[in-house]
């Protein structure tokens, strides 16, 4: 699928958000999918960059990802208004495309689930436990008697319940909150450390600056050291 018919499928959907047209509760995999080779494609990229370009000083420019998803959902929303449709919104976009994530870490064939909405509740998953999605999924499935396509949204809602409940402990999931907070906070220091770095190459201020954070640093960890 190009991604002419990417935009088509995201305009029938984004129209119909506005009249309540049953697509809005139909076949929304089938635009969810359509709108991951989309993005997947990156063909969009140089385009967005034209209308709006990357910040060209600051922490801003530090953080820019010009692929990022917020920028496609920037993009596609602009498009669509180009193309005198409606605007799809971020929210949708965001769901629609981790539907689309979640369909391909289940290996769902083309018509086993039509809704969107119906893997929804899954999404919790994505961010730490995205590879129990299919034990979860498995859950859902023998509450539906068995057949993937009778699942429904209330189905998966009571299987990730019975899923948190039974098998991932409230210790668990803060322990995996605390390790990806401090990923972050690694990969932002270390950026932002690196831009200290090469400010200190050509400005004496700046030099002195880095000394003293690395000064300071030392006795942070000296610190931490003595209370491990």
Do not use: C
Not at 8 to 13: H, P, T
Not at 22 to 48: C, F, G, H, P
Not at 49 to 62: C, N, T, V, W, Y
Not at 175 to 182: E, I, P, S, T, Y
């Amino acid at each position: 699928m190009n991604i002419n018919e990417a935009l088509k499928l995201a305009g029938d959907y984004a129209d119909s958000l506005t009249t309540a047209d049953d697509i809005t509760n139909r076949n929304t995999m089938e635009v969810a999918a359509a709108l991951d080779a989309a993005y997947e494609s990156k063909e969009w990229v140089a385009e967005w960059l034209e209308q709006k370009p990357a910040p060209k000083s600051g922490r801003a420019q530090s953080r820019f990802q010009a692929d990022s998803r917020n920028r496609f959902a920037q993009w596609l929303a602009w498009k669509l208004e180009q193309d005198g449709r409606h605007p799809l919104h971020g929210s949708h976009t965001y769901r629609l495309l981790d539907g689309a994530t979640i369909a391909k870490t289940l290996n769902f064939g083309s018509d086993e689930i039509q809704s969107e909405a119906t893997v929804r509740p899954l999404k919790w998953f994505l961010r730490y436990y995205a590879s129990r999605i299919p034990d979860v999924w498995a859950i859902a499935v023998d509450m539906a008697g068995g057949d993937p396509r009778s699942v429904t949204r209330a189905h998966v809602k009571q299987a990730v319940a019975k899923y948190k409940g039974e098998v991932i402990t409230p210790k668990g999931v803060n322990q995996l909150v605390k390790v990806h907070k401090a990923t972050q906070l690694r990969i932002r220091i270390k950026s932002e450390f690196s831009q200290m770095v090469e400010l200190a190459k050509t400005d004496q201020q700046a030099k002195a600056e880095l000394a003293r954070l690395a000064a300071e640093l030392e006795t942070i960890l000296d610190n931490a050291g003595e209370q491990a």
